[in-house]
Structures are given as C-alpha cells and as structure tokens.
C-alpha cells in the first residue's frame, strides 16, 4: 500500500521573531538544522515513505513560499492550498481524499511541519511500526512521547496495555495539566505527551470522518470528482468556508475507539520557543547554546542566535539571556519571558514596524 | 591675554567598545552628544575661549581621523603631533612652548578631550574664574568635581580655604580611595574629584618646568626656535623619544606650591564606561537609557545604544544590561561587567577578530 507524509503546514508562529516571520513562518525558516524546518521534517521520514509522496497543506501566501524552498521531489501539485484556514479536520479530509481519489487507499501519516527529531533511526523505527500497525489493524495510531519534565506546556496522552508492549491503549487525550499534576504524569508512566503524529489508513478515516463528522464529509465527498482536476482550486473555493471550523482531536481523535498509541524516545522536541533550542543544541561549558557565530566571555545559561553573520554577537557576563540577530532586527530576551516574543512582535504593529513582521 | 584651550587627546581607550576603536577612539566617537566627543568638548567652551585657539596634541594616527572630524574653525597647524607617547608633562610643554612662541604669553587651559558636561552656563562661568585667577595670581588653577557619591574610580584633591569662597588652596592630591574611606570624603566636604583639568599662564607652567622639570624643559628649549616653522616635525621627531616619560601630575602639580582648586559642579561625567551614560541620558520610566532606537517590553535599569539603525534593537525583560549596536558588532553586557570590555577586545584579538577592533 502506498505511504504518504501529510504536512499540515498552515501555521502563523511569531514566536521565533525575529526568525520568524509574517512572510516566513516557523517552519519555512532554518531552526534547529542545516534546512529550513519543512525540509527537515520530510528527511526525517526518508528512509520510511519517500520524499515523492510527501503532501503539504497550508495556505495560499505560504504556499508560495513553501514552492520557492521546498525540495526539488516534492510534486508541487502536492501542495493543498486551503482558501480560508478552518482548523484541523478540514485540512485532514481534503488530503485524505486526495490521497483516495490517487491511489484509491494509502497509509497516510499525518506529521507537524515544525517539530526537531535528535535521533532519526529510533524516529524510522517508530513511525515503520506505526504504519504496520495501521495497515495491518484498520485502527488510528498516534505518537506519544515519553516525557523527560513535568511539562505544562503539552497536551498528554494517557495509555494503557494494548496490542503489544510497544502499542499501547489510547486511554484518553489529557489537556495540559499544573505542575504538580504534570509531576504525577511523569511517575505514573502511563502518561505520553502528544505529539501531534497520527498515522492511519485513508479508508479508515474517511469512515470516522463519515461517522462522526457527516456534514463535513458529505460536503468534501461532493466535490471529489473535481479533486486533481482543473476544477479542485473552484470547487474548494466553493466548499471551504462553509466547512465546520473544528479540529481533528475534538472532532474525531477524542471521539474515535480503539486507538493505539505508540511510547517514543527519539529526542522529539516541538521547538515552540526560543529556550527550546537549549534542548536541541549542544551546550558550552556554560551552558549556553550558540547558532551561529558569537564570543562569549563568563556567560551562561543562555541562547545566542545570529541568521545573519554581518555583525558579530558578543556578550560579558550574560545569564539566562537569548539575543537573536536578523539582517533588520535584534532580539534580547530574558529567557523566563521567551513566551512573551509574540507580545514584542503585538507591540511592534502597534508603533508602526509591520515592516519587520 | 589671548586664551587658548589645549586639548589632550592621544588615548587609545577599549571601554567603549564596540563604539570606540583603534582607529576611531573615544574622543573621536560620538557617544553622549550630538557630535563627536571631540567637537562637544570644543563646544563646551564656545563662551570662553574662541574655537581659533583650539589646539589638540594627539599622536600621528589620530591627527588624521582628527583632522577629518573637527570643526573648520580649528586651525589645522594646531594639531600638534607626538611621535612617540611620553605620558602628559611631555604633551603640556610641547603645547606650552607652541603657545609661548606664537603668543608670547597666553592663559592655557588644559582640558580632556572625552568628558560630558551637563551645565554649560556653570561651567563657562567656572572656567571664566579660573582664567581670570590663573591670570591674577600667576597661580595654577585646577577644576575640582564636588563628589555626588563616594566614587572609588575617581583621584581625589583635597582643598581647604584658600583665595576666596570659590578659589580654595589645594592641600594635596589623593589616590583613588577605597569605598569606607570615599565615603568619608564625601562627607566631610573639602574633598573633590580630580577632573583633569588645569588652568595657567604659560609663563607660569614654563617656570614650573624649568624648576621641577630641568632636563625636559632645557631638551625642549632647544629646539625652541624650531618650533612653528618647517623644521618642526624633524626637531620633534629628534627631541621627543628622550624626554623624560612622566605625567604632569606627578611631575609638576603635585609638587607645585600655592595651587588653586575650584569646587564645581557642572554636571561633569568622565563617560569612563557604558554605565556612565545612565547619568548623562534621561531615563525611561523602566530607568532605562537608549540612545538610538529601541523598542522595549518591561526591561529595567538597562542601557541601550545603537549607533547604526540598521537593525531594530528589541528588548523583553532585560535587567542590568548594556546592548550596544554598531555596524559589525553587537554587545551584550551584563552592566555589572562594563569594566570587562577590554577583556572581549583582548579576546577578539586572541582569537583573530583584529577586524572588529
């Protein structure tokens, strides 16, 4: 059965300004590899579904941007333009019926465009598995990570036994719990956090799709003649806004039973903000991490991104400190308010500089 | 009795790195005014002494920066060059001498080429007095700084009752204290800063010379006729590398006897590091100091100076620190290691970064 990589790759992101931008959103920019995180993203999967068969869904003004940097193999009939953003499971059934109306059925993984993966073989392993497990069961799969911190920034997932010991029960969906709860999770064991992966056979989610959002999927379905025709860009045009703004966990992964969930360790990290680059770079003996070029005297603790080179990061004495350098912006941040970049980027609008977003 | 400003200006100076360099020092950056530091310190005097009697000793490769840089009035022959640095007393006869050969005798006010003044009317009016007392009393005049806190980077003079409420006797020049004891200077009143400023007929200082100083005063005299003519840069050049290699301070002012001291205060700063510019720029309502543009998010008691404007600085929660922005550098500092920015110049010359100094 063919395999296909969906990359739902739609999102805004200001919080890597100055990295990031209106006009280069997170996952069109260079990160935390030698490529920009879309392109990152398809080789992580290359030894397990090839680069042909990767599908992006994302928006008209991204599409463009994703055709200029994407690679070479990616068909770039391939890319899905949605008209107007609805969410998740909107994006989910128009790939799901591209991917029928091509190969009538195909296994397809749907994966976040933006996410760092430290170590790729176990990732092969895991996702080889996840995609046996659904061909060979008509079952969804997901993705957990075992957690390595009582993160209150994650979704979790919480399992129990299932098929072997390798495919776990998908329990319940868990929403980002308070510390000391997150604490509880990560004792348990039985508590993953989501990663946003799921794996399964287009005919087996095109019948959640038909059960438990009829509406949706009978809108998409009288359009399915026109898909990877001249007439798909009109006919989604046409269907698009009045499809149901709902996301695919509340709309069907919720929903769904008999989910299995797969336990992973394979240095996942979804990068959300700039202090997360701590866990995804090697450290000096100071701790901090450095992208790029910068000379640091006694600093620690800290972040130091140059995307540009023209000037040269230097810093005394810094701690618990992230400065960024773009060709038109400079960013220096406590790194307890790396949360609060989207509000510089707010105040930016607000004094005049849509120029720099 | 003309009166002329001599200005020292041959330092060489790191603390204002990545602002001040080699080839452009400190004196000829522009750093708390709306001009090069130079410039400001001509302008300071503008009531006083006029432009025309401007004369700068500097060393080769400055005079050409300088040359670029300094007002039209300044007569460019007033420029005089060393070709080798012999410490102050060498720079202070050399400028006495020039002025003694073109003016016969004149009232010479020595003055740094790198400190900020906040009160111009003050300081007119104090520098008018020490003129005028310099001129009565054949008596070296010196400005002294009355002490806003107990610096321990600063020389002392110690003063007590001299010519009149204004113009006290200097008792003696102290060493940079330490904290307990500045703090004693501050209280009791009859200790001021030493501002490196000096003022005296040339007549008088020449006579000092002679006496305190015997040998450099008779190599100089020597060549005295030379002086103002075209075979001055070659007597110079022949005179220079064997003058006695001693500041004024300890050659001449602190054996001098009947010294004055003026107490002032003019909003004087020496501008010694980047913290200085806290108290020579207004500060926000974060006490914050930007010079340049910046865009900041709760960010408190926090210097920002961008001398470029090709890139936005952008601040969130930033404590205690210095950013500073030039064309090829960036500087992070924490402000309690302003005193370390030499040690990146050393450093960057280490690791071969001679470009960026």
């Keep these: 059965m063919q395999k296909a990589a969906v990359i739902m790759a739609g999102g805004g992101g200001t919080r890597f300004w100055p990295v990031s931008r209106m006009a280069s959103p997170k996952q069109l920019t260079k990160l935390t590899g030698d490529d920009v995180m879309i392109n990152e993203t398809i080789k992580h999967y290359d030894g397990v579904i ?18 200029k940097v994407i690679f070479d193999e990616v068909d770039r009939s391939h890319i899905l333009v949605e ?9 989910i059934i128009y790939a799901a019926m591209t991917l029928k109306k091509m190969y009538g ?30 061909e060979k069961t008509d079952r969804i799969v997901t993705i957990g990570i075992k957690p390595t911190f009582p993160s209150t920034g994650y979704g979790y997932i919480k399992v ?18 308070a510390y000391e709860i997150a604490k509880t999770y990560v004792e348990e064991g039985c508590y993953l956090w989501n990663s946003g992966m799921f794996i399964w056979k287009v005919s087996v989610i095109l019948e959640y799709f038909k059960k438990l959002l009829p509406d949706m999927y009978a809108q998409m379905e009288a359009i399915f003649d026109d898909l990877r025709t001249d007439k798909e860009a009109d006919a989604i045009a046409r269907v698009y806004p009045v499809l149901e703004k709902i996301s695919v966990d509340y ?13 992973a360790d394979f240095g996942w990290n979804d990068v959300g903000s700039w202090d997360a680059l701590e866990n995804v770079f090697p450290k000096d003996e100071g701790n901090n991490v450095t992208v790029g070029k910068a000379e640091l005297l006694d600093c620690t603790n800290s972040v130091f991104f140059d995307s540009c080179g023209d000037k040269l990061i230097t810093a005394i004495g810094a701690d618990n400190i992230v400065v960024v350098e773009t060709k038109d912006a400079i960013l ?19 004094v005049g500089r849509e120029d720099l977003l």
Excluded at 50 to 67: G, M, Y
Excluded at 332 to 350: F, G, P, Y
């Design 105 to 134: 059925d195909a296994l397809m993984a749907v994966l976040p465009a933006d996410h760092h993966i430290g170590n790729i073989k176990e990732y092969e392993r895991i996702l080889n598995l996840a995609l046996d497990t659904a």
């Design 83 to 91: 008209p107007v953003q609805r969410n998740t499971a909107p994006c």
């Design 332 to 350: 220096v941040c406590d790194k307890s308010r790396v949360q609060d970049v989207k509000k510089m980027v707010d105040h930016l609008k607000e």
């Design 160 to 177: 129990s036994d299932g098929l072997s010991d390798e495919v776990k029960a998908l329990d319940r969906f868990v929403e980002k719990p």
């Design 50 to 67: 090839p680069r042909e068969n990767t599908f992006i869904v994302t928006n008209e003004k991204q599409a463009i941007l994703t055709d």
């Design 251 to 263: 709309g069907i992964m919720e929903k769904a039973e008999g989910v299995y969930c797969i336990p």
